[in-house]
């Protein structure tokens, strides 16, 4: 079989020992004699493979009891409708959100952010395009405002926030799209904590939202019934038909996870490859990230050639030496390489040794 490490920013990487496990079930689960796929979602086998996820996603993540746990659909972009809709609801209308803008996702919450309710950006990295996480103390937070906003990793911009931001009473919402499950985060510092599953957790389809007790039920009459997060929490995520086969592949990550230590051993691996990337960006003219270091992303590591007209040979001579997905995304260009928790050490350690030949080569 041909062996790749594979950089994609999203749907990206999953453990290989997953992907063999599903593909050893997929005939036959556990001598059901059913695929996953073929399974009724009220079933006794697949009740029994969404609590086994739910559980095992409340440990990792240390989940309090006064949490909800809800397996959507949708994807991060349309929680940027359902978050509001859920949400806005606690105040007298027109209420006012506040968002943080550190880049290309946050910029799209706030734009859907308008059709529900006045929005303030309370703070904004705009002033050096993107680059860093503005400190706490600069905010211009709205007193009573429905929910404070933050992408805790911009995905395209590799900016990660380094703190929790403190917003006294005010709900805290986190789009963790691409960095959940990476790094050990207080789940009770925040109200509503969302994800789309394709970067750190499973395949595309399903979205994690983990939200306090006291954010359901306050639903505009337009949220559909079924992003309504009480209606989600009262069925236990069967409103609808969940995606079945995305959430048994989630709970193979998160056995796998659990099997390997839980996030601080996932953050501890993270830590490792992510110095190593960064470390070898600023030992040469050659590559360059612009990202303050304090915000580095753990997950994202986008980097530009110093001289572009090179960007097409890189990747066709990385590609060949079975490190693919790595073209940066179209609004930055250059580079990105998309180091979740699924890439090994040794993926990283082969791209730093590519790039240092390529430099030999070409600089
Ligand atoms: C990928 C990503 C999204 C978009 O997710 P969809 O599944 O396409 O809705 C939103 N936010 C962040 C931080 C992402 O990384």
Not at 99 to 111: D, E, L, M, R, Y
Not at 241 to 262: D, E, M, S
Request: proline residues 5%.
């Amino acid at each position: 079989m041909k062996r790749v490490f594979n950089f994609s920013p999203g749907p990206a990487a999953l453990p290989k020992e997953v992907i063999q496990q599903a593909a050893d079930e997929m005939t036959n689960w556990r001598d059901s004699g059913l695929s996953v796929m073929e399974m009724s979602h009220r079933g006794k086998e697949f009740t029994e493979i969404l609590e086994t996820t739910k559980n095992d996603l409340r440990a990792l993540l240390a989940v309090p009891d006064n949490y909800k746990i809800l397996l959507m659909q949708g994807g991060a972009i349309a929680e940027n409708a359902i978050v509001p809709m859920n949400l806005v609801g606690k105040k007298s209308q027109p209420a006012t959100i506040d968002f943080v803008n550190t880049g290309h996702w946050s910029a799209k919450t706030i734009h859907e952010a308008h059709k529900y309710a006045k929005v303030n950006v309370a703070a904004s990295s705009e002033d050096k395009n993107f680059t860093y996480v503005p400190a706490r103390d600069t905010w211009k937070l709205t007193p009573d405002a429905a929910y404070v906003h933050i992408c805790t990793n911009e995905t395209i911009g590799g900016v990660e926030f380094d703190y929790t931001p403190d917003v006294g009473n005010v709900p805290l919402v986190a789009d963790m799209s691409s960095n959940i499950l990476s790094r050990e985060i207080d789940i009770s510092k925040y109200a509503v904590v969302y994800a789309g599953a394709q970067k750190n957790i499973g395949p595309a389809g399903l979205t994690i939202v983990i939200a306090r007790e006291d954010m359901l039920g306050h639903a505009l009459p337009i949220c559909p019934s079924a992003f309504d997060w009480k209606e989600v929490a009262d069925h236990d995520s069967m409103f609808n038909t969940p995606p079945t086969y995305p959430i048994y592949i989630a709970g193979l990550v998160f056995a796998n996870l659990r099997r390997l230590g839980g996030v601080a051993a996932m953050e501890k691996i993270n830590i490792e490859k992510s110095t190593l990337m960064y470390n070898y960006l600023d030992s040469t003219d050659f590559y360059k990230n612009s990202v303050s270091i304090a915000n580095r992303s753990r997950m994202n590591v986008p980097f530009v050639l110093h001289d572009a007209s090179l960007d097409a040979k890189f990747l066709a001579e990385a590609a060949q030496n079975d490190l693919v997905q790595l073209k940066g995304h179209s609004s930055v260009g250059g580079m990105r390489a998309s180091i979740y928790n699924a890439m090994p050490l040794e993926g990283v350690q082969k791209l730093v040794a590519f790039m240092k030949d390529f430099e030999k080569k070409y600089g």
